[in-house]
């Protein structure tokens, strides 16, 4: 019996290899240009972490996370996301003490129980930065020029950046309510999983792939309209460092991302040349993350 990688897995060698040394040494380069420092974080954690941190609602935590219980009975979780287990290192490791802005990256492989197909594995690398200890929208905005400029460094055509604010605890209880109030006439046409989400976390119906979802979530009302001062101030105040920067974008009023910790704004960053998984960087600001 021959032994083969696990499905959803792959062996990386040869001309490949030395492409991702390529990519990963220009990852590098921006990272000290934009002053990051590394973290290393364990590559399984505490399956607490993420079902307070991500959602116990969303796709990732329901479907996709590869858990199980160790010799000492405690339930421990592959990371599918890195995230939350930087931010627990932040707490952890008291990096609040100094009250400086604390502005990391990490490179490693992550882990997801989805389907396998083309350009989407089991397990898969990602690298990602984090700048933790400021509202400042000029923060957000420079975490988007930063994937914007270095995918374009990389030689990709056509980078695309969609761009939302979803608000804070506050204005977001309003536009709940209204949208709730514009689902529920459509209750009988949402999936499953969507007619579960509508009691238990509304807002991850607008996050739906299923099309008949998507087809019913067109007529949604806008986040952007029930912003409060702060947030549209804020909102304004990162748009406009990214025009000063002359980093495209494009409003997208029905982005949400697929995590629970996002606050204000959230973003997502598309290529042509990829096919259908064209998505190749996402995020957005996560201001109670730290308090859960």
Known sequence: MVIRAIKGTRDVFGV????????????????????????RTPTFEQTQLYLRGIGDETDIVNKEMYTFIDKGGRSITLRPEGTAGVVRAY???KMYADKTV???????SMFRQERPQK????EFRQFGIENIGTEEALADAEVIAFAYNLYKALGLKSVKIEINSIGCQECRKKYLKALKNFLKPHYNELCE?????????????????????????EGAPSTIDYLCDGCKRHFKAVLHYLDIQDIPYVVNNRLVRGLDYYTRTVFEVTTDMLGSQNAIAAGGRYDYLIGM
């Open 16 to 39: 490949e290899i030395r492409k991702w040394n390529i990519v990963e040494n220009r990852i590098l380069e921006f990272m000290r240009k934009y002053n990051y420092e590394e973290i």
């Open 91 to 93: 707490i952890e490791n």
């Open 102 to 108: 604390k502005k990391l990256f990490y490179m490693g």
């Open 119 to 122: 350009g989407r594995y089991r």
């Open 193 to 217: 999983n969507c007619q579960r989400r509508f009691e238990t976390n509304t807002l991850r119906v607008l996050d739906c792939k299923n099309p008949k979802c998507k087809k019913v979530t």
